[in-house]
């Protein structure tokens, strides 16, 4: 039984879930929910994101969010910025995940000095979609493999969202506790 169906007939009985499985040779990518308190309806994926609309039932509130795996390199992240530029709304929308990839120098700590050429897709995509980051607290730095740390993952909002009453928080755990990346809560 592959591990995803084992997971949600073992501990997750009533929860639903996707995956981008159909868009990679694996699921990269894998969002559980409780149909009691939220809806989720698939909109786009591809072998680095899945796009949903989530429903809270609770609240009825309704907004776009993209769950994202960035590719280990720059060129194969390419087809990540132009799947954000196809599936971006001006409906609140919420993008989190490992985008693989940093914005400035200050979103890297020791290594090899950062380029022009490893920031400049990326930050055109947030320039382009206009997303930022959202408010955080705790760790910067995101990733580490001991000697390098970088801010790789993110949780970040279009205009839309970041003009709510509402101020959405986002803390960072330290990267190492349980993987080389840091758990997020929002």
């Known amino acids: 039984m592959p591990k995803v169906a084992c997971m949600h007939k073992l501990r997750l009985k009533t929860w639903k879930f996707v995956s981008n499985a159909e868009a990679a040779a694996y699921a990269r990518i894998i969002v559980f929910w409780n149909p009691e308190t939220v809806m989720v309806e698939m909109l786009h994926f591809s072998?680095?994101?899945?796009?949903?609309?989530?429903?809270?039932?609770?609240?009825?509130?309704?907004?776009?969010?993209?769950?994202?795996?960035g590719f280990n390199t720059i060129t194969a992240r390419r087809a990540?910025?132009?799947?954000?530029?196809?599936?971006?709304?001006?409906?609140?929308?919420l993008l989190?995940?490992?985008?693989?990839?940093?914005?400035?120098?200050?979103?890297?700590?020791?290594?090899?000095?950062?380029?022009?050429?490893e920031t400049l897709d990326f930050r055109e995509c947030c320039s382009d979609l206009r997303i930022a980051d959202l408010n955080s607290t705790g760790?910067?730095?995101?990733?580490?493999n001991g000697t390098i740390w970088t801010k790789i993952d993110r949780v970040m909002a279009n205009p839309q969202w970041?003009?709510?009453?509402?101020?959405?928080?986002?803390?960072?755990?330290t990267p190492g506790a349980f993987s080389d990346h840091s758990p997020s809560t929002v």
Request: hydrophobic residues 40%; negative net charge.
């Open 47 to 69: 072998a680095q994101g899945i796009h949903v609309l989530i429903t809270s039932l609770v609240q009825q509130f309704c907004f776009s969010a993209t769950f994202i795996y």
């Open 80 to 93: 990540l910025w132009e799947d954000l530029r196809r599936w971006g709304t001006e409906d609140l929308w």
């Open 96 to 117: 989190l995940g490992d985008f693989n990839s940093i914005l400035s120098q200050e979103d890297k700590h020791n290594g090899e000095p950062v380029s022009i050429y």
């Open 139 to 144: 760790s910067h730095f995101t990733w580490t």
């Open 162 to 173: 970041l003009s709510l009453q509402q101020m959405t928080h986002v803390h960072f755990g």
